[in-house]
């Protein structure tokens, strides 16, 4: 069965510092591993995603996210934080044996940039 | 481009009353279609998924029906709401090839009294 943990609640931050949120995951087969954002009362927008290749994706809004294969994790990260980077943050998983391309998400972490 | 659209984008319903959310898609064929709920602004479950006309699976035994009447509409009911409904549905598309994310709709509100 697939999982994805994200084990913070909130992260909070300041502006200018970097951020991590923390993911990690449990797939049969291989991950397909993505991040996406969301603000107040919309729907989810996508950042990125690891399919395949380098270790290091880079997506939307300066973000970027490291898969790490032995601790089954995929961070997201951003050198330096902005205050309207605050939002609700997802990861979400797919082995590479799911059919119709269903994903399963974390519980989500809120990030909270403050000036 | 692709684009997804959900209406209504808020709904106040009494307790037994029907309901009727649909999304559609414009800008791909044959997409992969999705309908989460997303309870106290947080974790998000899948309801229903299709890979095609009239084709739904249903992920949570619920109160909740979903329908695929064309390519690219997706529709959610109800024939009778009940408190425990109320939350934010998302509806989500995704293209045919397996590796793609999903893209969502902006979301409908749906208030059960």
């Known amino acids: 069965a697939q999982s994805v943990a994200q084990p913070e609640d909130q992260v909070n931050v300041a502006e200018g510092n970097p951020l991590t949120v923390k993911c990690t995951y449990s797939?049969?087969?291989?991950?397909?591993l993505f991040w996406y954002v969301q603000y107040p009362n919309r729907g989810l927008q996508f950042l990125l995603k690891?399919?395949?290749?380098?270790?290091l994706v880079k997506g939307s809004y300066g973000f970027e996210a490291e898969f790490n294969k032995s601790q089954t994790s995929f961070h997201l990260k951003k050198p330096s934080a902005l205050v309207s980077d605050s939002a609700l943050y997802f990861c979400?998983?797919?082995?590479?044996?799911?059919?119709?391309?269903?994903?399963?998400f974390g519980a989500g972490t809120i990030l909270r940039v403050k000036s | 481009s692709q684009t997804i659209h959900q209406w209504p984008a808020t709904l106040v319903q009494p307790v037994g009353s029907p309901l009727s959310l649909e999304c559609t898609v414009e800008?791909?064929?044959?997409?992969?279609l999705y309908w989460y709920r997303q309870a106290a602004g947080r974790g998000l479950q899948l309801l229903f998924y299709?890979?095609?006309?009239?084709?739904i699976s249903s992920e949570v035994p619920q109160n909740l029906s979903a329908s695929r009447p064309q390519d690219r509409q997706f529709i959610l009911s109800s024939k009778k709401l009940l408190l425990s409904d109320s939350g934010f549905y998302l509806c989500a598309f995704s293209r045919e090839l397996r590796n793609n994310e999903q893209f969502f709709g902006p979301g409908t509100r749906l208030t059960v009294l």
């Open positions: 979400a998983v797919r082995g590479s044996m799911e059919y119709g391309n269903k994903l399963v």
């Open positions: 800008g791909t064929s044959n997409p992969n």
């Open positions: 299709s890979v095609g006309i009239g084709q």
């Open positions: 690891y399919i395949t290749g380098d270790n």
């Open positions: 797939v049969s087969g291989n991950p397909y």
